[in-house]
Protein backbone atom coordinates (compact mmCIF):
# COMPACT_ATOMS: atom_id res chain seq x y z
CA UNK A 1 0.00 0.00 0.00
CA UNK A 2 1.12 3.18 -0.81
CA UNK A 3 2.41 5.75 2.13
CA UNK A 4 -0.45 8.18 0.53
CA UNK A 5 -3.22 5.60 0.54
CA UNK A 6 -2.34 5.07 4.24
CA UNK A 7 -2.44 8.25 5.62
CA UNK A 8 -5.88 9.19 3.75
CA UNK A 9 -7.09 5.84 5.31
CA UNK A 10 -5.76 7.47 8.50
CA UNK A 11 -7.25 10.51 7.89
CA UNK A 12 -10.79 9.09 7.05
CA UNK A 13 -10.94 6.84 10.25
CA UNK A 14 -9.58 10.09 12.36
CA UNK A 15 -12.41 12.36 11.07
CA UNK A 16 -15.07 9.72 11.78
CA UNK A 17 -14.06 9.26 15.08
CA UNK A 18 -13.68 12.92 15.44
CA UNK A 19 -17.11 14.08 14.11
CA UNK A 20 -19.79 14.88 16.29
CA UNK A 21 -22.73 12.36 16.43
CA UNK A 22 -25.89 13.75 14.93
CA UNK A 23 -27.44 16.12 18.24
CA UNK A 24 -30.09 14.56 20.12
CA UNK A 25 -33.29 16.62 19.52
CA UNK A 26 -35.17 17.97 22.76
CA UNK A 27 -38.70 16.84 23.18
CA UNK A 28 -41.36 19.56 24.54
CA UNK A 29 -43.78 17.95 27.62
CA UNK A 30 -46.91 19.69 29.21
CA UNK A 31 -47.79 19.42 32.56
CA UNK A 32 -50.91 20.81 33.21
CA UNK A 33 -52.43 22.61 36.97
CA UNK A 34 -56.08 22.27 36.78
CA UNK A 35 -58.83 22.32 40.18
CA UNK A 36 -55.66 22.66 42.35
CA UNK A 37 -53.91 19.69 41.12
CA UNK A 38 -50.54 19.25 39.11
CA UNK A 39 -51.59 17.01 36.03
CA UNK A 40 -49.66 13.65 34.59
CA UNK A 41 -45.92 14.06 34.37
CA UNK A 42 -44.32 12.33 31.66
CA UNK A 43 -42.58 9.05 32.42
CA UNK A 44 -39.32 9.24 29.74
CA UNK A 45 -37.93 12.62 30.37
CA UNK A 46 -34.37 13.54 29.65
CA UNK A 47 -31.31 16.00 30.40
CA UNK A 48 -32.43 18.93 27.61
CA UNK A 49 -35.97 18.11 27.29
CA UNK A 50 -38.08 21.00 27.61
CA UNK A 51 -41.34 20.99 30.61
CA UNK A 52 -44.34 23.81 29.47
CA UNK A 53 -46.06 24.26 32.63
CA UNK A 54 -49.50 25.40 31.62
CA UNK A 55 -51.92 27.19 34.67
CA UNK A 56 -55.66 26.43 34.04
CA UNK A 57 -56.34 27.65 36.99
CA UNK A 58 -58.06 30.82 38.45
CA UNK A 59 -55.64 30.96 41.07
CA UNK A 60 -51.69 31.91 40.97
CA UNK A 61 -49.59 28.58 41.07
CA UNK A 62 -45.44 27.89 41.10
CA UNK A 63 -43.72 24.67 40.16
CA UNK A 64 -40.76 24.95 42.87
CA UNK A 65 -37.99 22.42 43.20
CA UNK A 66 -37.55 21.25 46.32
CA UNK A 67 -33.75 21.51 46.16
CA UNK A 68 -34.17 25.18 45.43
CA UNK A 69 -32.84 24.71 41.36
CA UNK A 70 -35.90 25.83 39.69
CA UNK A 71 -38.91 28.35 41.36
CA UNK A 72 -41.69 28.76 37.75
CA UNK A 73 -44.24 31.33 38.79
CA UNK A 74 -47.47 30.53 37.16
CA UNK A 75 -50.07 33.02 37.25
CA UNK A 76 -53.38 32.30 36.32
CA UNK A 77 -54.21 30.80 32.65
CA UNK A 78 -50.16 31.25 32.24
CA UNK A 79 -47.77 28.98 31.18
CA UNK A 80 -43.93 29.14 31.37
CA UNK A 81 -40.83 27.12 29.83
CA UNK A 82 -38.82 25.13 32.15
CA UNK A 83 -35.69 23.09 30.42
CA UNK A 84 -34.49 19.94 32.16
CA UNK A 85 -30.96 20.61 32.94
CA UNK A 86 -29.77 17.54 35.55
CA UNK A 87 -30.54 14.19 35.55
CA UNK A 88 -32.30 12.55 38.72
CA UNK A 89 -35.51 12.26 40.58
CA UNK A 90 -36.73 15.73 41.24
CA UNK A 91 -39.75 16.12 44.03
CA UNK A 92 -41.70 19.75 43.31
CA UNK A 93 -44.01 21.33 44.67
CA UNK A 94 -46.51 24.78 44.78
CA UNK A 95 -45.40 26.97 47.14
CA UNK A 96 -48.72 28.22 47.79
CA UNK A 97 -50.42 25.30 47.99
CA UNK A 98 -48.24 22.77 49.72
CA UNK A 99 -50.44 19.91 49.15
CA UNK A 100 -49.35 20.12 45.66
CA UNK A 101 -46.63 17.86 44.92
CA UNK A 102 -44.94 16.02 41.41
CA UNK A 103 -42.28 14.36 40.81
CA UNK A 104 -40.18 14.57 37.74
CA UNK A 105 -37.84 11.10 36.76
CA UNK A 106 -35.19 12.47 34.58
CA UNK A 107 -32.52 10.62 32.06
CA UNK A 108 -29.09 11.49 31.33
Not at 64 to 82: H, M, Y
Request: charged content about 20%.
Amino acid sequence: MSTLLIRRSMLAGLLCFLSPAAPVLAEEYVVTIDQMEFGDVPAELKVGDVIIWRNNDMFRHTATDRDGSFDVDLPPKAEARLVLESAGSIEFYCRLHSGMVGTLTVSP
